[in-house]
């Protein structure tokens, strides 16, 4: 004959020791307590807040304010978010957020934390990761000078093929390049030559011949041009 729900509840009751704070569990526990529920186990104190408190919300846990996990005690119970959770307790999550200097003493906030890191949600002191960029560097600089210089001795002759066949491959394009280039440059020479002329031309006749003298730039247009 299936159990009623009246006996079920019961039964769990019959497991709970109430105290004047807490109601701890007597039956099965692995941290929390565990209650066999038709065959299927499931936490004991959200069953007691289910029974008591009705259902709990979607997306939220349940978190013991008492700190005392084998309590079924709704009172002591709070639907929470999973977040919120994990940093009311006391583990390293829950630590490091709580943190507000480094190792070395250096200030969690403001300028001293990696915004890219930041938008992870972590938090990362700046100034020693440039120390330990810093050390790396003082303890490797030979070794990376070393393999940088192993690796162009391997590979300069490779580079020198690869340099000769790509010059082969494009120097009629860049002799077509700079010819156009060339070109482009004298044409605007000789436009800005022209602007130039044109205005120093309004000027009076016996201005420019003064000018010309003490002028080596103006002093280059031949005397048909003033």
Same mark, same amino acid.
């Given at each position: 004959? +299936? ?38 186990? @499931? ?8 029974? @008591? $408190? ?26 929470? %978010? &999973? ?12 630590? $490091? ?24 949600? =972590? ?25 940088? =210089? ?5 590979? =300069? ?6 340099? $000769? ?8 394009? $860049? ?8 070109? &482009? ?7 800005? =030559? ?8 309004? @000027?009076?006749? +016996?201005?420019?011949?003064? @000018?010309?003298? %003490? ?12």
């Amino acid at each position: 004959m +299936p159990k009623t729900k009246q006996s079920l509840e019961q039964r769990f009751w019959s497991k709970v020791e109430k105290t004047s704070t807490c109601w701890n569990w007597l039956g099965f526990t692995a941290g929390y307590g565990f209650f066999n529920n038709q065959g299927r186990m @499931i936490r004991a104190h959200r069953f007691a807040f289910e029974l @008591i $408190k009705g259902k709990i919300p979607e997306n939220l846990v349940l978190d013991h304010l008492c700190r005392n996990r084998a309590c079924v005690n709704p009172d002591h119970l709070e639907a929470v %978010t &999973s977040k919120i959770n994990i940093l009311r307790g006391i583990g390293i999550a829950a630590q $490091k957020a709580k943190q507000t200097h480094c190792k070395r003493g250096h200030l969690l906030a403001g300028d001293n934390l990696s915004s890219y890191e930041a938008k992870k949600g =972590k938090r990362r002191c700046k100034i020693c990761e440039a120390l330990k960029e810093k050390a790396y560097y003082q303890t490797h600089k030979e070794q990376e000078k070393a393999r940088t =210089k192993a690796y162009w001795q391997n590979h =300069k002759e490779q580079r020198k093929d690869y340099d $000769k066949a790509y010059y082969q491959t494009h120097k009629e394009q $860049k002799k077509a390049y700079d010819k156009a280039r060339y070109q &482009s440059h004298n044409a605007k020479s000789e436009i800005s =030559k022209r602007l130039k002329l044109d205005e120093f031309l309004t @000027i009076s006749k +016996p201005d420019r011949t003064a @000018i010309c003298a %003490t002028s080596p730039k103006l002093g280059t247009y031949r005397e048909r041009d003033i």
